[in-house]
């Protein structure tokens, strides 16, 4: 199948070998650029909430050894790879991150590390929750503003015959490049908020994975 990956790298690049050893013929379209920034974290936190694997390359080493709770598996390998060695998943989305931290309910100062402009409603509600709450942005997303001609082309002559979207960011992003030729496209949806995101596109279909994981998204391709 000739599919579109929207996501942006480092994963881009890793969705594209994946797909194209299951026999498809993927095309890297990175809808957002992702820029580290330096992370102004405090030094003793009791724990660190991490939303996105975008998140881990601005971590210190110093904080290796901290309580870490984020959204999903792929994010919880990142963070074992980089050197973080109490790390629990919450093998979902933020709503399940959310019962994840209420539950385990750590005593003192919850540090969330996140994209600009993210991670507000999931602070508030820990913070309902009775948790100390500090948010801090370790990298932005800048959205792409024009998309490669060659890619439009080919998407105008109906040359692609799905799409993946692996956050509702990134879908909102590709809908925002009102590219032409979607109609005879299926859309491969993370979750339901990513979905969301793709609803103002005409599309063949938009099917969602069953769980908010790689695996359940590449069991669509089936």
């Known amino acids: 199948m000739r599919l579109l990956v929207t996501r942006p790298e480092p994963g881009a690049s890793a969705t594209v070998q994946r797909l194209a050893g299951m026999g498809h013929e993927p095309t890297a379209l990175p809808c957002l650029a992702i820029t580290q920034r330096p992370a102004r974290l405090p030094p003793h936190p009791a724990a660190l909430i991490v939303t996105s694997g975008q998140a ?4 210190p080493a110093r904080l290796h050894g901290v309580p870490v709770f984020c959204v999903g598996d792929a994010t919880a390998a ?6 973080f060695t109490r790390v629990e998943s919450a093998q979902g989305d933020a709503e399940a991150l959310a019962k994840l931290v209420i539950t385990r309910n750590v005593q003192g100062l919850h540090v969330l590390t996140v994209g600009e ?3 507000q409603k999931l602070a508030a509600e820990l913070r309902a929750a009775g948790l100390s709450v500090l948010r801090r942005r370790v990298y932005t997303v800048s959205p792409l ?7 439009r082309a080919a998407l105008s002559t109906g040359h692609f ?3 993946l979207f692996y956050s509702a960011e990134t879908a909102r992003a590709f809908a925002r490049l009102q590219p032409d030729g979607t109609a005879g496209m299926r859309a491969y949806a993370l979750s339901q908020n990513v979905a969301k995101g ?5 599309w063949a279909a938009i099917l969602i994975a069953r769980a908010p994981t790689e695996a359940d998204l590449m069991a669509l391709l089936a």
């Open 145 to 151: 503003r024009v998309m490669p001609a060659a890619i």
């Open 78 to 83: 990142k963070l074992r790879e980089a050197g």
């Open 198 to 202: 793709l609803q103002g596109l005409p």
């Open 161 to 163: 015959e799905g799409a």
């Open 56 to 59: 881990v390359p601005s971590l």
């Open 117 to 119: 402009r993210h991670g």
